[in-house]
Structure formats: structure tokens, C-alpha cells
């Protein structure tokens, strides 16, 4: 018996990622899952009494995925930039500057608000960086699916032990009232103590963590940068007995046993051609953020290589302090407009299945296909309508089809 609650979506065109785009395309919906993705003739006949909204000019997508996100840093929105002389560090110790000007009724706010820019987005599933549980709390209450990665900073080696411990204590306190995955997450090579890395790597599990992000970082593990080490000592958190390790951030990483399948490495702008074998060995998740790498100088990452090496690619806003929003759709168009020679399936399916595959979300975010989420995004087919990407270079906003999926 057909339940009173499916209802068909019909648009120019479905995208449903595992598979070609359908023209004249329909998904099917019940109690927040779909139940079919195909033509729009095969759609009404398989359920002939369900109530059908038609969307003329709109391309249907799987919800997006936003694989790594600072909703708590949302209160740095248009408060941070970099002169021409100044460098990632110098940003790093704007960012540490502004964290204690500011109250954490201002910085729910601005988490409240950039929820609401994610929501508008099509954003259906969320990685947040955060270091505070409201975050938490707002996600949920959004009704949006999140991974919480708990992130770690501690330079000074006699605090790693605390700093886990601490880390660990949190998420089982969280777990008892959060429906979502918590994980612990090192921030960065340049903030935190090997034995604090260790600790987290030998959990062998999810993690997310900004890597080979800038010159500065490569630089400070090659040889040091004095830059990063009067940071730490204005905060008390310098190591004196700390020596470089004298290899590039990827074969710092790995050497320590961060770099596997289900660790998510973010930015990835500064990889030397030498560490690619040790990138198709691991096998991470490569999370890119390219407005923010360009916002901050960082460059670009080598996004050809890493398809030509098979690698998981996901998109990411990262924070507004170093991106003007939190779409992942205006991230795909900029990944776009900056590769153009890239498929532009590859480029949508970075923004949903690399991402829910990265998250450990792929049985429920990533495609249109039964089974899978209703969280669905919507959007302006574009000028030209015979093309079902022609959304990557439209400027008009995602919306979200209001299915939830909890």
C-alpha cells in the first residue's frame, strides 16, 4: 500500500551522481528517505497516487556535503585580512588575537548564523572542527547530520597525556545525549606536540586535521620558522627541547601513523611530488578549500594529480575567517572557475559522495538512490538547458528540500 505521505520532486534535470544526469528527471520521497531517482514518466507510474511538486528550471542534487567547516569560528566573518608582506603565521596569531576579544554569546550568534547560511546552501551533512559543545547542539538542533571532530592544540609535550584525557572525556560525556559521531582531532603539525599526535594516531580512527596548508608550515618542519615559535612563546606554549623534524608535513604525518583511509587531510596545498607515494599507499581522504587557500596565499593544491592518483577528494569551506560563506555549491563553482579543464561530474561529486565517503556518511548522504536521505538540494538549471551542470557557473543560490533524514 502507498503510503499518503511519498510526494514525487520533478525537474529539468537529476542529478544523481552514481550515474548519468536524467532529463525530464523525478526523485520519489517517504519519511525522509527516497524511494526512487529516475525519468519522471517511470516516477508516476510506479506510484500513481503520490502528490507530485514540479520544479521548471531547477537541477535536483543529492544534499551537499560540507566536509570541513569552523562553525565556531563564524564570529571572524569579515575581521581578518593579510597585508602584502604578511604570511599564513601572521594570520594564524590574527586569529588567536581575535578568539579573546570576544565574548561566547557573540560566537553562538555567528555559529547560530552560519548554520543558517549552511542550511540555505543545500548543505545536508556537515565535518565540524570545534572546540566548544554548542556547536553540537546547534547542528542538531538544525537537523542536520554532523561528525564532530574535537580539535587538539597543545604544543608543550608534559600536556599531551592531560589534553587526551581531557579530549576523551568530553566526547563520552557528549555521547550520552548526541545522536551524532565525535572523534578527536589534532589542529596541525606547527600546534601540536608529537606525543600528542601519537596518542591521537594510535586511536586508528576518524580524524581530521589541516595539513600542508601553506610555506610557512612546510617551512617550520623543515627548519623551524621563529614566526610560529613567538607565538607560542607569547602563549606559554613553546617546546625549547622541540628540534624540526626535517621532512615535508605529509611524511611527518605518516611517519607518525595519522594517514590512512579514514583520516580527513585538509587543504593539501603543499605536497612535493616525492610524497605522492606515500599518499597513494595511505590512501586519505583530501578534503580541498580552495577559496580559503587563496584568501590566505597558500596557492593551490594539485588537484589533477590527486584524481590521477585515485584519491577521495571532498570539498570544504573552512571558516569565515578565510572564505566569505559557507556554500559548498559556491565552493564547486569556484573549483570550477579556477580548473576548468576539470569534468564537472568530478567537480559535483566532490562536493557529495567524496565528501559523505570522507565523513563515513556514504550509506546515507552522497547520491540519489533508495535508502538514501531526502535532504535533497535544489537549484537554477542554469542558462543553458541543455547542459545539467550549467548550475557550476550560474550564480544563483541552492536551496534545501525541507526531507529530514533523522
Known amino acids: 500500500m502507498q503510503s499518503s505521505n511519498l510526494k514525487i520532486l520533478s525537474a529539468d534535470w537529476v542529478i544523481p551522481v552514481k550515474g548519468d544526469p536524467i532529463p525530464g528527471g523525478a526523485v520519489a520521497i517517504e519519511s525522509g ?29 543529492p544534499g551537499l556535503v560540507n566536509a570541513h567547516c569552523h562553525l565556531d569560528n563564524c564570529f571572524l566573518a569579515d575581521k581578518l585580512s593579510l597585508s602584502p608582506e604578511e604570511t599564513f603565521f601572521d594570520w594564524i596569531a590574527k586569529v588567536i588575537s581575535e578568539q579573546a576579544r570576544h565574548s561566547l554569546e557573540t560566537k553562538k550568534q555567528a555559529a547560530l548564523h552560519g ?29 542536520l547530520e554532523a561528525v564532530f571532530f574535537h580539535e587538539a592544540i597543545g604544543f608543550l609535550s608534559e600536556e599531551a597525556e592531560r589534553i587526551h584525557e581531557e579530549k576523551l572525556e568530553a566526547i563520552t560525556a557528549l555521547k550520552k545525549t548526541s545522536k551524532s559521531e565525535h572523534f578527536i582531532s589534532p589542529h596541525s603539525p606547527y600546534s601540536v606536540s608529537r606525543d600528542l599526535l601519537e596518542k591521537i594516531a594510535s ?8 595539513l600542508a596548508e601553506s610555506r610557512d608550515e612546510v617551512e617550520f618542519l623543515k627548519e623551524g620558522r ?17 628540534k624540526p623534524p626535517g621532512i615535508s608535513p605529509v611524511r611527518y604525518f605518516n611517519e607518525i601513523g595519522l594517514l590512512h583511509p579514514k583520516a580527513v587531510a585538509v587543504h593539501m596545498a ?54 566569505d560563506d559557507l556554500s559548498i555549491l559556491n565552493e564547486m563553482r569556484y573549483v570550477k572557475k579556477r580548473f576548468p579543464d576539470l569534468k564537472d561530474e568530478a567537480i559535483v561529486r566532490m562536493g557529495t559522495m567524496g565528501g559523505a565517503a570522507a565523513l563515513g556518511l556514504e550509506e546515507k548522504f552522497g547520491a540519489l538512490e533508495p535508502g538514501k536521505s531526502s535532504r535533497l538540494a535544489v537549484v537554477d538549471s542554469g542558462e543553458n538547458a541543455g547542459d545539467p551542470y550549467s548550475f557550476l557557473v550560474n550564480k544563483t543560490p541552492c536551496l534545501f528540500h525541507p526531507g529530514r533524514s533523522r
Open 226 to 242: 621563529p614566526k610560529m615559535e613567538a607565538i607560542l612563546k607569547s602563549m606559554g606554549k613553546w617546546d625549547p627541547h622541540w
Open 115 to 143: 548554520i543558517s547560511q549552511l542550511i540555505k546552501s543545500g548543505t545536508a551533512a556537515v565535518g565540524d572542527i570545534t572546540h566548544d559543545p554548542f556547536t553540537v547542539l546547534a547542528l542538531e538542533e538544525a537537523g
Open 270 to 323: 603543499w605536497v612535493e611530488e616525492r610524497d605522492y607515494p606515500v599518499l597513494e599507499q595511505a590512501k586519505p581522504n583530501i578534503c580541498l578549500c580552495i577559496r580559503s587557500n587563496e584568501r590566505l596565499r597558500n596557492g593551490l593544491p594539485p588537484v589533477h594529480d590527486y584524481l590521477g592518483m585515485g584519491m577521495n577528494l571532498c570539498l570544504g569551506t573552512d571558516g569565515l575567517g578565510s572564505n
Open 33 to 61: 528517505r527516497i524511494r526512487f531517482a529516475g525519468p519522471s514518466q517511470e516516477a508516476a507510474a510506479l506510484f500513481p497516487g503520490a502528490r507530485t511538486t514540479r520544479l521548471p528550471g531547477k537541477t535536483v542534487l
Open 203 to 210: 586511536r586508528r580512527s576518524r580524524v581530521s586535521f589541516h
